[in-house]
Protein backbone atom coordinates (compact mmCIF):
# COMPACT_ATOMS: atom_id res chain seq x y z
CA UNK A 1 0.00 0.00 0.00
CA UNK A 2 0.99 3.49 -0.62
CA UNK A 3 1.00 6.72 0.93
CA UNK A 4 -2.42 7.97 2.08
CA UNK A 5 -3.63 4.57 1.18
CA UNK A 6 -6.33 3.07 3.75
CA UNK A 7 -8.69 -0.29 4.15
CA UNK A 8 -11.99 -1.07 5.47
CA UNK A 9 -14.25 1.29 4.05
CA UNK A 10 -16.22 -0.90 2.51
CA UNK A 11 -17.32 -2.92 5.38
CA UNK A 12 -18.16 0.77 7.23
CA UNK A 13 -20.48 2.15 4.39
CA UNK A 14 -21.85 -1.21 3.72
CA UNK A 15 -22.20 -3.26 7.36
CA UNK A 16 -20.34 -6.28 5.01
CA UNK A 17 -17.84 -8.48 7.19
CA UNK A 18 -14.34 -7.19 7.19
CA UNK A 19 -12.63 -9.37 4.83
CA UNK A 20 -9.10 -7.46 4.87
CA UNK A 21 -5.84 -8.15 7.23
CA UNK A 22 -2.90 -6.50 7.79
CA UNK A 23 0.70 -7.42 7.72
CA UNK A 24 3.35 -5.58 8.36
CA UNK A 25 6.36 -6.04 5.98
CA UNK A 26 8.75 -3.33 7.57
CA UNK A 27 10.88 -2.63 10.64
CA UNK A 28 8.24 -0.11 11.78
CA UNK A 29 4.97 0.73 11.13
CA UNK A 30 1.79 3.41 12.64
CA UNK A 31 -1.52 2.28 12.20
CA UNK A 32 -4.12 4.28 12.69
CA UNK A 33 -7.91 3.13 13.08
CA UNK A 34 -11.27 4.71 13.21
CA UNK A 35 -14.78 3.89 14.57
CA UNK A 36 -17.64 3.46 12.74
CA UNK A 37 -19.34 6.81 14.63
CA UNK A 38 -16.49 8.97 13.63
CA UNK A 39 -16.17 7.51 10.14
CA UNK A 40 -19.83 8.11 9.53
CA UNK A 41 -19.73 11.76 11.35
CA UNK A 42 -16.96 12.45 8.56
CA UNK A 43 -17.31 10.55 5.35
CA UNK A 44 -20.65 12.05 4.32
CA UNK A 45 -22.48 13.89 1.48
CA UNK A 46 -21.14 13.95 -2.00
CA UNK A 47 -17.93 12.24 -0.11
CA UNK A 48 -19.94 9.14 0.61
CA UNK A 49 -21.67 8.90 -2.56
CA UNK A 50 -18.49 9.00 -4.96
CA UNK A 51 -17.05 6.43 -2.13
CA UNK A 52 -19.92 4.00 -2.39
CA UNK A 53 -19.43 4.25 -5.99
CA UNK A 54 -16.00 3.73 -6.10
CA UNK A 55 -16.79 0.60 -4.06
CA UNK A 56 -18.73 -0.57 -6.18
CA UNK A 57 -16.55 -0.79 -9.12
CA UNK A 58 -14.91 -3.36 -7.27
CA UNK A 59 -17.75 -5.24 -7.87
CA UNK A 60 -16.21 -7.63 -10.72
CA UNK A 61 -17.90 -10.70 -10.78
CA UNK A 62 -19.04 -11.10 -14.54
CA UNK A 63 -17.73 -11.58 -17.87
CA UNK A 64 -18.12 -9.39 -21.22
CA UNK A 65 -21.27 -11.49 -22.42
CA UNK A 66 -22.92 -10.05 -19.36
CA UNK A 67 -22.65 -6.61 -21.26
CA UNK A 68 -24.64 -4.93 -23.52
CA UNK A 69 -24.02 -2.25 -26.15
CA UNK A 70 -26.43 0.64 -25.34
CA UNK A 71 -24.56 3.28 -28.08
CA UNK A 72 -21.75 4.43 -29.55
CA UNK A 73 -20.05 6.99 -27.47
CA UNK A 74 -16.83 8.03 -28.66
CA UNK A 75 -14.43 6.92 -31.13
CA UNK A 76 -10.74 7.64 -32.55
CA UNK A 77 -7.40 6.41 -33.69
CA UNK A 78 -7.33 4.20 -30.58
CA UNK A 79 -10.81 2.70 -30.90
CA UNK A 80 -14.65 2.62 -30.54
CA UNK A 81 -16.26 3.71 -26.75
CA UNK A 82 -19.27 2.06 -26.00
CA UNK A 83 -21.47 2.95 -23.33
CA UNK A 84 -22.37 -0.66 -21.88
CA UNK A 85 -25.05 -2.47 -19.44
CA UNK A 86 -24.13 -5.05 -17.21
CA UNK A 87 -27.55 -7.25 -17.80
CA UNK A 88 -27.19 -8.48 -14.43
CA UNK A 89 -27.36 -5.19 -12.49
CA UNK A 90 -30.27 -3.86 -14.44
CA UNK A 91 -30.39 -0.04 -16.56
CA UNK A 92 -27.67 2.23 -16.48
CA UNK A 93 -30.66 4.91 -15.95
CA UNK A 94 -29.96 4.09 -12.16
CA UNK A 95 -27.09 5.38 -12.28
CA UNK A 96 -27.79 8.85 -12.68
CA UNK A 97 -30.36 8.75 -10.11
CA UNK A 98 -27.62 7.79 -7.81
CA UNK A 99 -25.31 10.85 -8.92
CA UNK A 100 -27.43 13.58 -9.11
CA UNK A 101 -28.17 13.20 -5.78
CA UNK A 102 -32.00 12.08 -5.84
CA UNK A 103 -32.82 10.49 -1.72
CA UNK A 104 -35.44 7.81 -3.06
CA UNK A 105 -32.59 6.48 -5.66
CA UNK A 106 -29.55 6.93 -2.65
CA UNK A 107 -31.57 4.36 -0.64
CA UNK A 108 -32.12 1.76 -3.56
CA UNK A 109 -29.00 1.90 -5.24
CA UNK A 110 -26.67 1.73 -1.90
CA UNK A 111 -26.55 -1.82 -2.04
CA UNK A 112 -26.53 -2.39 -5.76
CA UNK A 113 -23.79 -2.47 -8.15
CA UNK A 114 -22.77 -0.57 -10.91
CA UNK A 115 -24.85 -0.89 -13.95
CA UNK A 116 -23.13 0.94 -16.77
CA UNK A 117 -20.09 0.88 -17.53
CA UNK A 118 -17.64 2.39 -20.77
CA UNK A 119 -16.23 -0.08 -23.34
CA UNK A 120 -12.87 0.79 -25.28
CA UNK A 121 -12.21 -1.67 -28.09
CA UNK A 122 -8.61 -1.58 -29.35
CA UNK A 123 -7.68 -3.78 -32.06
CA UNK A 124 -4.30 -6.16 -31.43
CA UNK A 125 -1.63 -5.83 -33.83
CA UNK A 126 -0.93 -9.61 -35.07
CA UNK A 127 -2.57 -10.74 -32.06
CA UNK A 128 -0.84 -8.92 -29.64
CA UNK A 129 -1.91 -6.06 -27.17
CA UNK A 130 -0.21 -3.10 -28.56
CA UNK A 131 2.32 -1.82 -26.22
CA UNK A 132 1.07 1.74 -25.35
CA UNK A 133 -2.24 0.01 -24.06
CA UNK A 134 -0.84 -2.72 -22.07
CA UNK A 135 1.41 0.29 -20.41
CA UNK A 136 -1.94 2.30 -20.16
CA UNK A 137 -3.63 -0.50 -18.71
CA UNK A 138 -1.15 -1.43 -16.43
CA UNK A 139 -1.06 2.43 -15.06
CA UNK A 140 -4.42 2.09 -14.44
CA UNK A 141 -5.01 -0.66 -12.68
CA UNK A 142 -2.67 0.76 -10.13
CA UNK A 143 -4.77 3.93 -9.51
CA UNK A 144 -7.53 4.03 -6.86
CA UNK A 145 -7.68 7.71 -6.91
CA UNK A 146 -11.41 9.65 -6.75
CA UNK A 147 -10.03 12.12 -9.46
CA UNK A 148 -8.33 9.17 -11.85
CA UNK A 149 -11.03 7.32 -14.42
CA UNK A 150 -11.41 3.97 -12.71
CA UNK A 151 -10.33 1.21 -15.01
CA UNK A 152 -12.74 -1.96 -14.02
CA UNK A 153 -11.62 -4.89 -16.05
CA UNK A 154 -10.04 -5.98 -19.31
CA UNK A 155 -10.96 -8.68 -21.79
CA UNK A 156 -9.29 -10.02 -24.65
CA UNK A 157 -10.52 -11.69 -27.87
CA UNK A 158 -8.08 -13.33 -30.69
CA UNK A 159 -8.45 -9.97 -32.73
CA UNK A 160 -9.34 -7.17 -29.87
CA UNK A 161 -8.34 -5.99 -26.58
CA UNK A 162 -11.74 -4.31 -24.27
CA UNK A 163 -11.00 -2.08 -21.63
CA UNK A 164 -13.75 -1.94 -19.03
CA UNK A 165 -13.55 2.14 -16.98
CA UNK A 166 -16.03 3.96 -14.72
CA UNK A 167 -18.53 5.79 -16.89
CA UNK A 168 -17.95 9.61 -16.58
CA UNK A 169 -20.88 11.50 -17.86
CA UNK A 170 -20.20 15.10 -17.08
CA UNK A 171 -18.01 16.05 -20.68
CA UNK A 172 -14.40 17.66 -21.06
CA UNK A 173 -13.28 20.09 -18.98
CA UNK A 174 -12.44 21.73 -22.38
CA UNK A 175 -16.23 21.91 -22.72
CA UNK A 176 -16.89 22.64 -19.32
CA UNK A 177 -15.12 26.04 -19.14
CA UNK A 178 -16.26 27.54 -22.21
CA UNK A 179 -19.96 27.33 -21.04
CA UNK A 180 -18.20 30.01 -18.39
CA UNK A 181 -19.27 33.29 -20.24
CA UNK A 182 -16.46 35.09 -19.04
CA UNK A 183 -12.66 33.88 -18.06
CA UNK A 184 -12.92 31.95 -14.99
CA UNK A 185 -13.02 33.87 -11.18
CA UNK A 186 -10.89 33.47 -8.89
CA UNK A 187 -12.77 30.92 -7.18
CA UNK A 188 -13.19 28.73 -9.93
CA UNK A 189 -9.82 28.98 -10.73
CA UNK A 190 -8.80 27.95 -7.54
CA UNK A 191 -11.56 24.74 -7.63
CA UNK A 192 -9.99 23.02 -11.02
CA UNK A 193 -6.70 23.83 -10.75
CA UNK A 194 -7.05 22.70 -7.30
CA UNK A 195 -8.26 18.85 -8.10
CA UNK A 196 -5.40 19.16 -10.54
CA UNK A 197 -2.85 19.76 -7.86
CA UNK A 198 -4.18 16.71 -5.84
CA UNK A 199 -3.65 14.59 -8.65
CA UNK A 200 -0.67 15.38 -10.08
CA UNK A 201 0.94 15.41 -6.44
CA UNK A 202 -0.28 11.62 -6.27
CA UNK A 203 1.10 10.84 -9.54
CA UNK A 204 4.28 12.39 -8.97
CA UNK A 205 4.73 10.51 -5.32
CA UNK A 206 4.20 7.44 -7.53
CA UNK A 207 7.13 8.54 -10.03
CA UNK A 208 4.60 8.93 -13.05
CA UNK A 209 4.78 11.44 -15.78
CA UNK A 210 1.50 11.93 -17.21
CA UNK A 211 2.89 14.19 -20.08
CA UNK A 212 -0.08 15.15 -21.89
CA UNK A 213 -1.96 17.08 -19.15
CA UNK A 214 -4.70 19.52 -20.80
CA UNK A 215 -8.21 20.21 -20.68
CA UNK A 216 -9.23 17.60 -23.57
CA UNK A 217 -7.73 14.98 -21.25
CA UNK A 218 -9.75 15.77 -17.96
CA UNK A 219 -13.56 15.20 -17.46
CA UNK A 220 -16.59 15.96 -14.96
CA UNK A 221 -18.42 13.70 -13.01
CA UNK A 222 -21.74 14.01 -12.00
CA UNK A 223 -21.29 16.36 -9.30
CA UNK A 224 -18.85 18.70 -11.37
CA UNK A 225 -15.41 17.43 -10.04
CA UNK A 226 -12.71 16.36 -12.15
CA UNK A 227 -11.77 12.83 -13.36
CA UNK A 228 -8.14 12.52 -15.38
CA UNK A 229 -8.26 9.78 -18.00
CA UNK A 230 -6.54 9.17 -20.99
CA UNK A 231 -2.76 7.67 -19.51
CA UNK A 232 -1.78 6.20 -23.45
CA UNK A 233 1.43 8.49 -23.03
CA UNK A 234 2.18 8.80 -19.64
CA UNK A 235 4.83 6.87 -18.10
CA UNK A 236 5.91 5.35 -14.59
CA UNK A 237 10.07 6.12 -14.41
CA UNK A 238 11.89 3.08 -13.35
CA UNK A 239 13.31 2.60 -9.65
CA UNK A 240 16.13 4.74 -9.23
CA UNK A 241 15.67 6.98 -12.28
CA UNK A 242 14.57 10.52 -12.49
CA UNK A 243 14.11 11.10 -15.92
CA UNK A 244 13.12 10.40 -19.57
CA UNK A 245 13.79 11.45 -23.01
CA UNK A 246 10.77 10.51 -25.11
CA UNK A 247 9.47 13.97 -27.30
CA UNK A 248 6.05 13.74 -26.41
CA UNK A 249 2.71 15.74 -25.57
CA UNK A 250 0.74 18.28 -27.23
CA UNK A 251 2.96 21.49 -28.01
CA UNK A 252 1.00 24.08 -26.45
CA UNK A 253 1.02 22.27 -23.26
CA UNK A 254 4.17 20.74 -23.82
CA UNK A 255 7.31 21.60 -21.38
CA UNK A 256 10.36 23.53 -22.71
CA UNK A 257 12.85 20.62 -21.38
CA UNK A 258 10.75 18.02 -23.83
CA UNK A 259 11.66 19.73 -26.63
CA UNK A 260 14.76 20.36 -25.95
CA UNK A 261 15.49 16.54 -25.53
CA UNK A 262 17.85 16.82 -22.72
CA UNK A 263 15.96 14.43 -19.95
CA UNK A 264 13.07 16.06 -17.82
CA UNK A 265 11.03 14.52 -15.22
CA UNK A 266 7.46 14.88 -13.12
CA UNK A 267 8.17 18.47 -13.53
CA UNK A 268 7.05 18.87 -17.03
CA UNK A 269 3.26 18.43 -15.25
CA UNK A 270 4.11 21.58 -13.49
CA UNK A 271 4.18 23.45 -16.42
CA UNK A 272 1.20 21.93 -18.53
CA UNK A 273 -0.87 23.12 -14.94
CA UNK A 274 0.91 26.49 -15.19
CA UNK A 275 -0.47 26.76 -18.93
CA UNK A 276 -4.16 25.45 -17.61
CA UNK A 277 -4.19 28.15 -15.22
CA UNK A 278 -3.21 30.77 -17.55
CA UNK A 279 -5.85 29.58 -19.51
CA UNK A 280 -8.45 29.49 -16.80
CA UNK A 281 -7.75 33.36 -15.76
CA UNK A 282 -6.87 34.61 -19.45
CA UNK A 283 -9.01 32.95 -21.79
CA UNK A 284 -6.38 32.25 -24.14
CA UNK A 285 -2.98 30.13 -23.87
CA UNK A 286 0.78 31.82 -23.26
CA UNK A 287 2.20 30.59 -25.62
CA UNK A 288 1.63 30.34 -29.57
CA UNK A 289 -2.51 30.57 -29.13
CA UNK A 290 -3.08 31.72 -32.47
CA UNK A 291 -0.56 29.24 -33.76
CA UNK A 292 -0.90 25.40 -35.53
CA UNK A 293 1.85 24.49 -36.87
CA UNK A 294 4.24 22.80 -34.50
CA UNK A 295 7.47 23.81 -34.94
CA UNK A 296 6.25 27.42 -34.88
CA UNK A 297 4.55 26.21 -31.09
CA UNK A 298 7.82 24.40 -30.35
CA UNK A 299 9.54 28.11 -30.95
CA UNK A 300 7.25 30.40 -29.03
CA UNK A 301 7.16 28.06 -26.17
CA UNK A 302 10.59 27.91 -25.82
CA UNK A 303 11.63 31.69 -26.42
CA UNK A 304 8.61 33.88 -26.12
CA UNK A 305 8.41 36.10 -22.63
CA UNK A 306 5.16 35.15 -20.39
CA UNK A 307 3.05 38.45 -20.87
CA UNK A 308 -0.28 39.27 -19.22
CA UNK A 309 -2.98 41.31 -20.59
CA UNK A 310 -3.22 44.33 -18.46
CA UNK A 311 -6.40 44.17 -17.28
CA UNK A 312 -5.72 41.03 -15.37
CA UNK A 313 -4.83 42.31 -11.83
CA UNK A 314 -4.82 39.12 -9.65
CA UNK A 315 -1.01 39.59 -8.59
CA UNK A 316 -1.10 36.31 -6.53
CA UNK A 317 -2.64 34.19 -9.26
CA UNK A 318 -0.04 35.92 -11.36
CA UNK A 319 2.57 34.60 -8.69
CA UNK A 320 1.65 30.87 -8.94
CA UNK A 321 1.48 30.80 -13.35
CA UNK A 322 4.93 32.51 -12.89
CA UNK A 323 6.33 30.38 -10.92
CA UNK A 324 5.10 27.16 -12.72
CA UNK A 325 6.15 28.55 -16.24
CA UNK A 326 9.82 29.37 -15.09
CA UNK A 327 11.49 27.66 -18.21
CA UNK A 328 14.34 26.26 -15.72
CA UNK A 329 12.43 22.74 -14.13
CA UNK A 330 14.44 22.96 -11.16
CA UNK A 331 13.50 26.31 -10.14
CA UNK A 332 9.98 25.62 -11.17
CA UNK A 333 7.23 26.20 -8.30
CA UNK A 334 6.41 22.89 -6.83
CA UNK A 335 10.23 21.49 -7.76
CA UNK A 336 11.83 22.67 -4.87
CA UNK A 337 12.90 20.82 -2.00
CA UNK A 338 9.28 21.32 -0.14
CA UNK A 339 7.74 19.98 -3.10
CA UNK A 340 3.89 20.44 -3.83
CA UNK A 341 3.64 22.21 -0.46
CA UNK A 342 4.97 25.16 -2.23
CA UNK A 343 1.94 24.94 -4.27
CA UNK A 344 -0.16 24.69 -1.61
CA UNK A 345 0.75 26.99 0.61
CA UNK A 346 1.31 29.72 -2.48
CA UNK A 347 -1.08 33.22 -1.42
CA UNK A 348 -3.37 32.31 -3.75
CA UNK A 349 -4.64 28.76 -2.83
CA UNK A 350 -4.99 30.42 0.53
CA UNK A 351 -7.52 33.35 -0.02
CA UNK A 352 -11.03 32.49 0.72
CA UNK A 353 -10.11 29.06 3.01
CA UNK A 354 -8.81 30.44 5.88
CA UNK A 355 -9.54 27.15 8.70
CA UNK A 356 -10.02 24.26 6.43
CA UNK A 357 -7.92 24.38 3.44
CA UNK A 358 -9.02 24.63 -0.16
CA UNK A 359 -7.53 21.12 -0.84
CA UNK A 360 -8.92 19.50 2.39
CA UNK A 361 -12.54 20.97 0.66
CA UNK A 362 -11.90 19.62 -2.37
CA UNK A 363 -11.45 16.31 -0.90
CA UNK A 364 -14.15 15.97 1.16
CA UNK A 365 -16.51 17.16 -2.00
CA UNK A 366 -17.33 20.19 0.41
CA UNK A 367 -17.99 22.72 -2.50
CA UNK A 368 -19.73 23.59 -5.23
CA UNK A 369 -18.43 22.74 -8.53
CA UNK A 370 -18.22 25.23 -11.08
CA UNK A 371 -20.30 23.84 -13.78
CA UNK A 372 -22.74 20.92 -12.68
CA UNK A 373 -23.40 18.89 -15.63
CA UNK A 374 -27.50 18.95 -16.30
CA UNK A 375 -27.73 15.11 -17.53
CA UNK A 376 -25.17 12.70 -19.50
CA UNK A 377 -22.93 14.25 -22.25
CA UNK A 378 -20.80 12.17 -24.54
CA UNK A 379 -19.76 12.73 -28.30
CA UNK A 380 -22.23 13.76 -30.28
CA UNK A 381 -23.19 10.82 -33.35
CA UNK A 382 -21.79 13.25 -35.97
CA UNK A 383 -18.26 13.72 -34.68
CA UNK A 384 -17.70 9.98 -34.36
CA UNK A 385 -15.87 8.27 -37.19
CA UNK A 386 -16.22 4.58 -37.76
CA UNK A 387 -16.92 1.77 -39.50
CA UNK A 388 -18.87 -1.16 -39.47
CA UNK A 389 -16.55 -3.30 -39.15
CA UNK A 390 -15.64 -1.66 -35.48
CA UNK A 391 -18.72 -3.28 -34.76
CA UNK A 392 -17.73 -6.48 -33.03
CA UNK A 393 -17.77 -9.54 -30.81
CA UNK A 394 -20.40 -7.34 -28.40
CA UNK A 395 -23.96 -7.73 -28.59
Known sequence: MTKNSYFGERALLFDEPRTATVEVSSPEAELWSIEKSTFSSIVKG????????????????????????VRV???????????VMNKKTGNPRHVCLFFF????????????????YALKRVRKNQGKIPVEVKRECELLKAQEHPFIMRLVQTFETHKSVYILTELITGGELHGAIREIPTVLSRAQAQFYTGCLIIVLEELSEKNIIYRDLKPENVMLDAQGYLKLIDFGIAKKLEEGKTRTFTMIGTPHYMAPEIMRGHGYGTEVDLWSLGIILFEFVCGYLPFADELDDPTEVCTAVLKDPLEFHSRFKDAQCKAVIQGMLN?????????????????????FFLIGHSGSTLFDKIMGRELEAPVMPKGEKYCEPTDIDFTLSDEGELG
Open 73 to 83: IGAGAAGVVRL
Open 46 to 69: KMQQELMHRIRLQDTDFTMKDLKT
Open 327 to 347: RQPKKRLGAGMNGWEDIRNSE
Open 101 to 116: GRSEANAILCQNPVAA
